[in-house]
């Protein structure tokens, strides 16, 4: 079983739906949570990130992490065609020297 | 302020071939990383660099793939002899003295190894 499993899709919406993004993981150290967005042929950029469990709101995009299923989830509402690119989860079991662990990425259209 | 530099953008080569990838961080930020982002994956980390000093390269195919970081800001990867599973992108990230969510990534150097 991988560390960290992600669901690359690809998923295709219209503009202006939410869309959910999710990954599990298995390794229950893990305390430090991000989303990165990666355009094509671009690096990824961070997005959003979270410690330990809990909600994080920005805009139009909120994170949830739930350590006691091991699954976190990224949401945006009223997506639009400018969102459309490959979103990866990363995570960590310490800031700082630990190194990230991420998923596949999920590859999202969003179609105007 | 100007982001994480890499060079070239794309290299295609014959397998047991060598090939340098070269990255400048993005000015006073201390900590480098080397990645592998194989089509349809997510980045492994290959080695970090704290100045220039190695931090973790225990991902890193030490018979094929070497990386130095002379006086603590550029760094080059190198891969010596290169294999067919080694055709991926190699992005560079840096981060102000391992913060650990403030990685900025380079745009990454797409190795293509016939």
Known sequence: QKEVEQDPGPLSVPEGAIVSLNCTYSNSAFQYFMWYRQYSRKGPELLMYTYSSGNKEDGRFTAQVDKSSKYISLFIRDSQPSDSATYLCAMSVQGGSEKLVFGKGTKLTVNP | ?114
């Open chain 2, 1 to 114: 302020e100007a982001g994480v530099a890499q060079s070239p953008r794309y290299k295609i080569i014959e397998k047991r071939q060598s090939v340098a990838f070269w990255c400048n961080p993005i000015s006073g930020h201390a900590t480098l990383y080397w990645y592998q982002q194989i089509l349809g994956q997510g980045p492994k980390l290959l080695i970090q660099f704290q100045n220039n000093g190695v931090v973790d390269d225990s991902q890193l195919p030490k018979d094929r793939f070497s990386a130095e970081r002379l006086k603590g800001v550029d760094s080059t990867l190198k891969i010596q002899p290169a294999k067919l599973e080694d055709s991926a992108v190699y992005l560079c990230a840096s981060s102000p003295d391992m913060v650990w969510n403030e990685q900025f990534f380079g745009p990454g150097t797409r190795l293509t190894v016939l």
